[in-house]
């Protein structure tokens, strides 16, 4: 495995979008240190040789957990839609979404 | 008067079933302890007083009407907060869940109800359990009952914290990466992480769906037993859960030793283990050699790779699992914002915790096109590898005695600085849940600063009743000294 060079705060930037956090410039300063130390210590990984390792896929082998596609209902409804930050009757209220 | 906080879970049920104490009495003295003894120790987010009572005097009621009573007659449960109880906050010690009301109980709340449990909290933890200290909660750290100026471990801090201190005689934590078992060796407690899917986790916020896992926290190992009994079993709810889980666990001492063979891996004797945890260890396996065992020393090659391993699939799972905080129908949710996208990245980003966004990032990176291969899909396959040690090694013994942490309960601030250091402090515990046996901590001495060391043991998967005989068997043997 080629070690992939240092990660810079623009990388850093770059995950914050994808992974949708708004962060501070001193945040992104602060991440990108750590950051840089994180995956110094994961970066030992590759020492293994793994080349005719297969990947985990299960934890202890279980198989696919198949059932009746049935639906049950949800007994409180309301439940749910109370817990919304702002809500319309029975409906989340988001901003427009549509320029 | 009876010293209710005293009591075992186990007492307490029989003697409630027998009508030799009421349920409520036992409901009240807890309560009267955490009013006592919980502005110290910090370890609740919520008592629920009213409802505790309301579900004591059920309990009282259907004895009175001659109705056979559960498993866990009037016993007090403190929940950790990552959990769902039907109509009560469940927050994660996230700022981001701040005011959510479970719309539905977690499968093992509905089985806990049902046993005639009563729910007397909600713990605390590091947010979304994403800690080893307790100091990543966002509201306040709990602290250790055995020494307030130190951590009570993470991420079931509270957890730990609730049973240490008495005001609960078992509660339930939940274990990604030791945090049932680290928290437990901390405060001198029974911990265990039951094996990959013989608990259900319908209703448990997710951190990393293939490692976490749900299991008991209490003061001896009877009542751990009693409790995993209570909560074990194949749920149609949870697609992980295993169709072979077994329901029924006793924790009954080993009569005998002869032919046992306990394996004491090389690899968690190492550089860096503290002096007094490792002569703690060899103490209580010298007893159990005393008494017959085989005592060998054995090797997992792959040890040294478990937390790099670790912090790649881990971080993996959250940054997908937390997706669904989105300011959109749950949660926190930012002001003032234009768009929709500016109302995810805002409400993310003011509401989750700098642990937890690290590791969302960490995450993020890892699945990122272009560093797939190099990051997941390697830590996977050195997954494969650690989970072959296991294998291996239990062809040769039946057990795993090692320590559960490198050292005992540190100091507030002493780690927190700096992420490296604190990720290390689960060095002996992450195996376990990257190869999804099951693996418990049993106290086995004092420190010279009088602070609880843990012994961890652990057997493959699906040995949990053996693993609770063998712990049953140290625990007799080590007669370690409870809180007053």
Redesign the interface.
């Known amino acids: 495995?080629?070690k992939?060079s240092p990660?810079t705060e623009e990388?850093?930037r770059k995950?914050?979008a994808?992974?949708?956090?708004?962060?501070s410039s001193e945040?992104i300063s602060r991440?990108q240190s750590?950051?840089v130390?994180?995956l110094d210590?994961?970066?030992?990984?590759?020492l293994?040789n793994?080349e005719n390792?297969?990947?985990?896929?299960s934890?202890?082998g279980?198989k696919?957990?198949l059932?009746e596609d049935q639906a049950i209902p949800?007994?409180?409804p309301e439940?749910?839609i109370?817990?919304?930050?702002?809500k319309d009757g029975h409906f989340?209220k988001?901003?427009?979404?549509i320029e | 008067m009876k010293n209710l906080t005293s009591f075992s879970a186990s007492q307490i049920a029989q003697e409630v079933s027998s009508g030799n104490i009421k349920a409520e009495e036992v409901a009240l003295a807890h309560l009267e302890r955490i009013k006592a003894e919980d502005p110290k120790v910090k370890a609740f987010i919520t008592v629920l007083e009213e409802s505790a009572l309301i579900s004591a005097r059920e309990v009282d009621l259907k004895r009175s009407q001659g109705k056979k009573l559960g498993k866990l007659a009037g016993v007090p449960i403190a929940v950790k907060d990552n959990i769902l109880v039907?109509?009560v906050e469940t927050t994660c010690a996230s700022k981001i869940l701040k005011?959510?009301?479970a719309?539905?109980d977690a499968t093992i709340v509905e089985k806990l109800k049902k046993e005639d449990a009563v729910i007397i909290g909600k713990t605390n933890l590091d947010e979304f359990a994403m800690g080893s200290s307790n100091e990543n909660s966002a509201f306040f750290k709990t602290k250790n009952p055995w020494n307030l100026d130190a951590v009570p471990g993470g991420s079931s801090g509270g957890s730990a914290a609730a049973v240490a201190a008495k005001m609960a005689p078992l509660s339930l934590g939940s274990d990604t990466g030791g945090s049932i078992r680290q928290p437990a060796s901390f405060c001198g407690l029974v911990g265990l992480k039951p094996?990959?899917?013989l608990v259900s986790r319908y209703g448990l916020i997710a951190f990393a769906s293939?490692l976490d896992q749900i299991g008991p926290m209490s003061r001896n190992v009877e009542d751990a037993a009693l409790l995993l009994s209570s909560i074990a079993g194949h749920d149609?709810r949870d697609?992980?859960?295993?169709p072979e889980a077994q329901t029924h666990f006793s924790g009954t001492p080993l009569e005998k030793l002869r032919g046992l063979r306990i394996g004491m891996p090389r690899e968690y004797f190492a550089e860096g283990l503290d002096a007094e945890v490792q002569k703690s260890v060899w103490n209580a396996v010298n007893c159990l050699k005393t008494m017959g065992a085989e005592v060998k020393e054995v090797s997992l090659p792959?040890t040294?790779?478990a937390?790099?391993?670790y912090?790649?699939i881990a971080p993996s799972e959250a940054?997908s699992n937390l997706?669904r905080f989105?300011?959109?129908?749950?949660?926190?949710?930012a002001q003032d914002?234009?768009?929709?996208?500016?109302?995810?990245?805002?409400s993310?980003?003011?509401g989750?915790g700098?642990e937890v966004?690290?590791r969302?990032?960490?995450g993020?990176?890892a699945l990122?096109s272009g560093?797939y291969d190099?990051?997941y899909?390697?830590?996977?396959?050195?997954?494969?590898?650690i989970?072959r040690d296991f294998e291996n090694v239990f062809k040769e013994v039946d057990f795993l005695a090692t320590p559960t942490a490198p050292s005992a309960a540190f100091k507030f601030g002493e780690k927190s600085a700096d992420?490296?250091a604190m990720?290390l402090s689960d060095i002996f515990t992450i195996p376990s849940n990257?190869?999804?046996n099951a693996s418990l901590s049993i106290p086995c001495g004092l420190n010279k600063d009088h602070l609880p060391i843990g012994l961890q043991l652990i057997a493959p998967?699906f040995e949990d009743e053996k693993l609770l005989a063998l712990a049953a068997t140290i625990e007799k043997a080590v007669n370690f000294p409870q809180l007053n």
């Open positions: 495995m080629e992939p990660i990388d850093v995950i914050a994808l992974a949708k956090l708004s962060l945040e991440y750590q950051f130390k994180i210590s994961i970066a030992q990984l590759s293994l793994i390792v297969p990947p985990t896929s934890v202890l279980l696919n957990a059932r949800f007994k409180k439940a749910l109370n817990n919304a930050p702002e989340f988001v901003p427009k979404i | 039907e109509g005011g959510f009301k719309p539905y094996t990959y899917g293939s149609l697609s992980t859960s295993s792959h040294s790779y937390v790099a391993t912090y790649i940054a997706a989105d300011g959109v129908r749950y949660g926190y949710r914002v234009k768009n929709l996208s500016e109302l995810y990245e805002k993310r980003g003011e989750f700098p966004k690290r969302i990032m960490l993020t990176y990122s560093y190099a990051y899909n390697r830590a996977q396959k050195a997954r494969t590898l989970s992420p490296v990720y990257l190869a999804g998967a």
